[in-house]
């Protein structure tokens, strides 16, 4: 998709108040998109539109909304309706994450993780995408669908079973909905990120044996290794976008990640339960 004619059309970003939801804004908005942010914190998402109106002149509009309930994102499909034909580009970023054997994640963990990162997902989907596929009919127009999965998708370390099949659903749907929608001329892009300095970092919650202070050093090791900043990874989003890439693995861990566990699975599997046990 072209990125150079963005004036008027609307980019819907879920997560869009902060981390890499709010960096993809920011970098969407230098190049003239009209922005809907979504999350649930109506003081943050006006905090977030403050900035962004300050920092590019675009229109910003936000909407509170639990990407989890069904009631919200109906109203999220009206609030579009209201601002545009349709979606020119979704960006999915809203999630959360936890980490736990599996035997120690409780169901009830399971089933937040599924909800927002999964069901949460698709729920927008189904409610934004018809209107994007018609709009496509009639004016013959390419759009774009990003979906954030994570880095967890395949290096499914121990402790991330739940978080890590979240994301490896997102991957697996996507591939699947960009065959889908490609008659309709809109692209689709999972991007997958290794540990990013954002806010989810202090929000992580963790069950069992891995609640404990040794897992905390590590998870935050891994934050302070991030290869990649929330502005980089945006960047990398918007190219992904104009070059129509299906899978973006962010970062030079999670790169190098994807390319050795295609290549070599085993030796894969051996250096990760060496270089990350919890
Ligand atoms: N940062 C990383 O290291 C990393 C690595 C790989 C993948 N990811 C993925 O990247 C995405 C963004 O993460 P981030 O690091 O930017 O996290 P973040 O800074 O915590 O941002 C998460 C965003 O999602 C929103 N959100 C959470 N639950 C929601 C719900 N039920 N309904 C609507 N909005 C909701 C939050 O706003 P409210 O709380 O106000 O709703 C916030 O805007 C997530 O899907 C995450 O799994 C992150």
Redesign the pocket.
């Known amino acids: 998709m072209k990125l150079s004619n963005a004036k008027g059309k609307l980019a819907v970003i ?10 993809i804004a920011k970098e969407l908005a230098s190049k003239g998109f009209d922005l809907l942010l ?4 109506e003081a ?2 006006k905090e ?1 539109s403050s900035k962004l109106i300050a920092d590019s002149g675009v229109k910003v509009h936000t909407t ?6 069904e009631e ?1 994102v109906l109203s999220l499909k009206e609030t579009v309706r209201s601002l545009a034909p349709c979606a020119d580009i979704i960006v ?6 936890s980490g736990g054997f599996l035997v120690d994640t409780p169901l009830a963990e399971w089933d937040r993780l599924y ?3 999964v069901r ?1 997902l698709v729920s927008v989907l189904k409610s934004l995408l018809p209107d994007m596929i018609e709009q496509g009919g009639s004016d013959g127009q390419e759009r774009h669908i990003v979906n ?5 998708a395949y290096t499914a370390t121990g402790g991330m079973s739940a ?1 890590g099949s979240t ?1 490896a659903g997102v991957l697996a749907l996507s591939e699947s909905l960009a065959h889908e929608v490609a008659p309709s001329h809109v692209g689709v892009t999972t ?11 202090s ?1 992580v919650m963790l069950f069992g044996r891995m609640d404990n202070a040794r897992s905390k050093r590590i998870i935050e090791k891994m ?1 302070d290794r ?1 290869t990649i900043t ?1 502005d980089e990874l945006a960047v990398k989003v918007l190219k992904a976008i104009t070059s129509g890439k299906l899978v973006v693995p ?1 970062g030079k861990q999670a790169t190098i990640a994807y390319h050795f566990k295609r290549v070599m699975p085993v030796r894969f599997f051996k250096m990760i339960d060496k270089a990350l046990r919890f």
């Open positions: 879920t997560g869009g108040s902060s981390g890499l939801g709010y960096a979504v999350a649930r914190n943050q998402l977030a509170s909304v639990d990407v989890s309930k919200d999915n970023s809203a999630g959360i994450v909800n927002v990162n949460g954030i999965a994570s880095a967890a978080y994301k991007v997958c990120p290794e540990f990013v300095k954002t806010p989810i970092g929000k934050f991030s929330t962010a």
